[in-house]
């Protein structure tokens, strides 16, 4: 079983080699590390790069900024193409504890199409953020499960483990959003598509290091996403096999 996990990275230099020891230390047979840059001017990509002498790691170069959710589309994309049967998506900046990714794994063999580390269940948590900046993800979260009718609490978590065959069936690669959007529109499709999708408890930590690439066109982008997802009902013939 070959099992890759897809970083994308935007100025992470900071953080980069960190999570990279953090997740080869778990010694999980077969894994490779994808790390997807986006031309980082602190240098991200060249640190990807000294890190490919020491780690089972490729880099994918990009020549600008284009978005995490293209990101992990061409990700994908290598993991599939170099055969992986489990693809894990994780953020770069240390926000996500390597430590649940054995925990994931597990519960994707047991025969769920994705597993996702929520923060919105019972057990899971968040450190560092504001009680403001809590109320506007739980307010735009609810928004859009109720918009969706989505049964997944933690719909814009970012830390997922995929079986192969549950990215292929809703041919991620079409999918429109490029942003965060791209996390609530893939769970959208997945549960349209019936797959058994699984939510785990995990700690997120705000991250310590770097900034956040969370800006407005991001949240605008997340909203009309939700509008085009409800009143375009052709999106889900564009999926469905």
């Excluded at 994705?114 to 968040?126: A, E, H, L, M, N």
Aim: net charge positive.
């Amino acid at each position: 079983m070959k099992i890759y996990i897809v970083i994308p990275t935007y100025n992470e230099k900071e953080n980069l080699e960190n999570l990279v020891k953090e997740i080869f230390a778990l010694k999980i047979e077969n894994s490779r590390v994808i790390i997807v840059d986006d031309n980082s001017p602190d240098g991200t990509g060249d640190l990807a790069e000294k890190l490919v002498e020491n780690y089972n790691l490729s880099v994918i170069h990009r020549s600008a900024k284009q978005g995490i959710g293209s990101a992990y589309k061409q990700g994908f994309s290598l993991a599939i193409q170099n055969n992986a049967d489990l693809i894990i998506q994780m953020d770069a900046d240390l926000s996500h504890n390597p430590k649940d990714i054995p925990r994931l794994i597990t519960a994707c063999l047991k025969g769920y199409d994705i597993v996702i580390g929520s923060r919105k269940i019972k057990g899971g948590q968040i450190i560092n953020w504001n009680l403001w900046r809590k109320f506007c993800s739980w307010g735009a979260m609810s928004f859009a499960r109720l918009a969706l009718n989505i049964k997944t609490k933690d719909l814009t978590a970012g830390f997922r483990c995929f079986r192969k065959e549950a990215l292929q069936k809703i041919n991620f690669q079409n999918l429109e959003s490029n942003g965060y959007a791209w996390l609530e529109e893939i769970i959208y499709l997945a549960e349209k598509n019936n797959l058994k999708i699984k939510e785990m408890p995990v700690v997120f930590t705000d991250r310590r290091a770097g900034q956040s690439k969370l800006g407005k066109k991001e949240i605008v982008e997340f909203f009309k996403t939700i509008f085009r997802l409800k009143f375009h009902r052709d999106v889900l013939d564009n999926f469905k096999n």
